[in-house]
């Protein structure tokens, strides 16, 4: 077999293999991008049904104000533009009433203000202090290296800012809620549903650190513009404008180790092993694949044991998420009317519109029954056409609306396989929507897509059952043992093979953290002369002691 070869091969074409890429081929590295699907992008997927673009796995993007290869990559300049809604989430109430909070502070104030004037100065008093928590060490940490959890608290606890980020760390969401004691039930409801909603058990410690940062950042959150899947076309055309190649519809079946070191590839074209491997050859080997796909498939057991027992011990623990995710996609005749807009204008334009929940005690009630393998009838809605009106064919079209519902949802359903019972669970959802914007009618549907969490798997080798972070949160799969200590800073047990995965620090969420940090860590092996230089974000956090 013929063997090509190059300096940096990564093993998947999603956010982060997209991000590592970028930089090191235009830090003059010959740079091979593989993936096993038709197109680069991972979760970052937008296709289009009757010309209604639909969104199917990621779409709230939390960092693009802040993260570093934005800036870079100069990703604007490559077609990747985001839009930061004012309003960003509206807890929509039975009874007709809606609490409407915003990226401007003194505007979420000013709305908490007409249910409690006593939340709305403690909101005030909260926000400001999460701001200062992650700006000052969680957004930074989100683009460094991880420490090591001594040490880790060592340096924190130095500065009054990582004292409190330690203090929160210990607490369950729940408790930090109780702690900020807001005494409305809309606007607990909202606060807990924005920061649980992407993962955090709100019952279980060990995690708190995160209820800041995405309180701040959920309250920041972006959609790109023309959908999500601008921001891996902006990534891919920055690797092929500076000399990297991206090999689509090929799955790397086996990673090549002698000697205790990766050596390159093999390659099979997906879905038609007739058509033979191909072999590529590599300097240092970048995967983005999940640690049981990487060390006990990849790399067989047997050749791991031989250089790491850890890492193939520690795979076969490794914990998926308790829950996954169920789309429904509407294409409508005409945007939904939410009764709740007249109570609250702001429900309009607010990014995600939440309903179904009237406490706390519902979004509890509704993790539980998913928990159990049930299904819950709540979640959250996003008229997309309103935020960005090119993902729907309104030139063509004038009035229709693309609308996304999302909620939790168990991988395995009690009441059936998802293929038997996506469409009923679909029309219960549209009763559900019904009550809060009764001219969603069924003949005003124009197309419905139905995105179950068996789905995603599917789609996504890495998603298993349905995961949309490429592993559960949970303390001992986070910060330096994610995915376990030997691999904590990307390089592995394995010479010249990294990580920069989902599955990897500092998590997922289209962050394009592992892909950065990565790119960093392998730039400095291989003598490769960086061209981009700290964020100024880290750079203050490290001058106050909060980074390393």
Request: negative net charge.
């Amino acid at each position: 077999m013929a063997k090509q070869t190059y300096d940096v091969i990564i093993i998947g074409g999603g956010p982060n293999g997209l991000t590592a890429g970028a930089y090191l081929a235009r830090a003059g590295a010959k740079v091979l991008v593989i993936e096993r699907r038709h197109e680069t992008g991972g979760g970052l997927v937008s296709e289009d049904h009757s010309a209604f673009r639909f969104n199917l796995h990621a779409i709230y993007m939390m960092m693009m104000d802040v993260m570093p290869p934005y800036k870079d990559l100069e990703l604007e300049s490559e077609g990747c533009v985001y839009i930061r809604p004012d309003a960003q989430a509206s807890l929509l109430a039975s009874d007709g009433k809606a609490l409407t909070l915003y990226s401007n502070l003194d505007r979420s104030v000013e709305a908490i203000a007409k249910f409690s004037s006593r939340d709305a100065q403690r909101f005030r008093e909260v926000y400001t202090e999460c701001q200062e928590l992650s700006y000052a060490s969680l957004i930074p940490a989100t683009y460094t290296l991880p420490v090591p959890p001594v040490d880790y608290a060592v340096m924190l606890g130095k500065d009054a800012a990582g004292r409190r980020i330690l203090e929160l760390s210990e607490k369950t969401p729940l408790q930090i809620l109780d702690e900020w004691g807001f005494e409305n039930p809309l606007l607990q409801t909202l606060v807990l549903h924005l920061v649980c909603m992407w993962g955090l058990d709100p019952e279980v410690t060990g995690m708190g650190y995160l209820v800041p940062l995405y309180l701040n950042r959920m309250l920041n959150m972006s959609l790109i513009r023309g959908g999500s899947h601008r921001l891996s076309s902006a990534l891919h055309r920055a690797i092929i404008s500076h000399g990297g190649d991206v090999l689509e519809s090929y799955a790397v079946t086996r990673i090549i180790v002698e000697n205790g070191a990766a050596k390159g590839v093999e390659v099979g074209l997906t879905n038609a092993e007739h058509l033979g491997r191909k072999m590529f050859e590599a300097k240092a080997v970048i995967t983005s694949t999940d640690p049981v796909t990487t060390f006990t498939k990849l790399i067989p057991e047997s050749v791991m044991a031989g250089i790491s027992k850890g890492c193939a011990e520690t795979a076969k623990m490794w914990r998926w998420e308790h829950w996954s995710l169920f789309g429904l996609h509407l294409a409508l005749k005409e945007r939904p009317l939410f009764k709740a807009a007249q109570a609250d204008p702001g429900v309009d334009g607010a990014s995600i519109k939440i309903m179904g929940y009237n406490s706390p005690a519902d979004f509890l009630g509704h993790l539980k029954t998913v928990k159990e393998g049930g299904l819950g009838i709540a979640g959250h809605v996003t008229v997309v056409s309103d935020i960005d009106p090119i993902q729907a064919p309104l030139d063509v079209q004038p009035g229709v609306s693309t609308v996304r519902f999302e909620t939790l949802a168990p991988f395995e359903a009690r009441e059936g396989t998802w293929d038997d019972i996506s469409r009923s669970y679909g029309d219960r959802i549209l009763e559900l929507m019904r009550q809060y914007a009764p001219n969603v009618e069924a003949n005003k549907i124009i197309r419905r897509y139905e995105n179950p969490p068996s789905y995603i798997e599917d789609k996504f080798v890495n998603m298993v059952r349905g995961s949309f972070k490429h592993g559960a949160y949970e303390s001992l799969q986070m910060g330096y043992m994610r995915p376990n200590i030997e691999c904590s800073s990307y390089r592995t047990p394995v010479q010249n093979l990294y990580l920069c995965g989902a599955s990897t620090y500092p998590g997922g969420m289209v962050l394009l953290g592992g892909g950065y940090n990565a790119a960093n860590v392998v730039a400095k092996d291989m003598g490769l002369k960086p061209w981009w230089s700290e964020p100024e974000i880290v750079a203050k956090a490290r001058a106050r002691g909060l980074a390393l």
